[in-house]
T-cell receptor, first 109, second 117 residues
């Protein structure tokens, strides 16, 4: 079964608003990664957070990790039209990434 | 530094034909991973290879699928006697390290979209 499960499945927001999506997983992990995929394209690595970290920032991205709840969140602040994409969380215990089905984010101009 | 390269980007095959998908990892990366993505789904792990070695092929179907990463040249994912259910996007990723190492981020290629008629 899939390790990571994103929520919500789809999100539509106005440009300038913040977008928050969540990821829950089932078993212990070494790290959790977030990727973006534009329609019909490859995956772009956004951020990696290790199991001993609680929060990480990268530009307009903020990722949190709560290992006690087995969940993570990705926050995109001040969204832009170019942020329209699918976002996936991927958990890892070793080298094998387990992906959820993703959250599709649409940013309206 | 070029990223992960995959070719072809699109591949159309008729049922029963063979499909060969190629992946060149990022420069300096010796760990290669193949994933498959069905429409509206996340990526599913297929196989992990290092140079000349298959480390883990637990996600790969037992029949018709094979992978290699020779000493020289790209990694190849080979699908023999393709069926319609093989239609998917196949992504390759590479990393400098693996597991819990400091450089274990996997960088993905643009994918090969296989369509079986």
């Amino acid at each position: 079964s899939q390790q990571g499960e994103e929520d919500p499945q789809a999100l539509s927001i106005q440009e300038g608003e913040n977008a928050t999506m969540n990821c829950s997983y089932k078993t212990s992990i070494n790290n959790l990664q977030w990727y973006r995929q534009n329609s019909g394209r490859g995956l772009v690595h956004l951020i990696l957070i290790r199991s001993n970290e609680r929060e990480k920032h990268s530009g307009r991205l903020r990722v949190t990790l709560d290992t006690s709840k087995k969940s993570s969140s990705l926050l995109i602040t001040a969204s832009r039209a170019a942020d329209t994409a699918s976002y996936f969380c991927a958990t890892s215990n070793d080298y094998k990434l387990s992906f959820g089905a993703g959250t599709t984010v649409t940013v309206r101009a | 530094n070029a990223g992960v390269m995959q070719n072809p980007r699109h591949l159309v095959r008729r049922r029963g034909q063979e499909a060969r998908l190629r992946c060149s990892p990022m420069k300096g990366h010796s760990h290669v991973y193949w994933y498959r993505q069905l429409p509206e789904e996340g990526l599913k792990f297929m196989v992990y290879l290092q140079k000349e070695n298959i480390i883990d092929e637990s996600g790969m179907p037992k029949e018709r699928f094979s992978a290699e990463f020779p000493k020289e040249g790209p990694s190849i994912l080979r699908i023999q006697q393709v069926v319609r259910g093989d239609s998917a996007a196949y992504f390759c990723a590479s990393s400098l390290d693996s597991g819990t190492g400091a450089s274990d981020t996997q960088y993905f290629g643009p994918g090969t979209r296989l369509t079986v008629l």
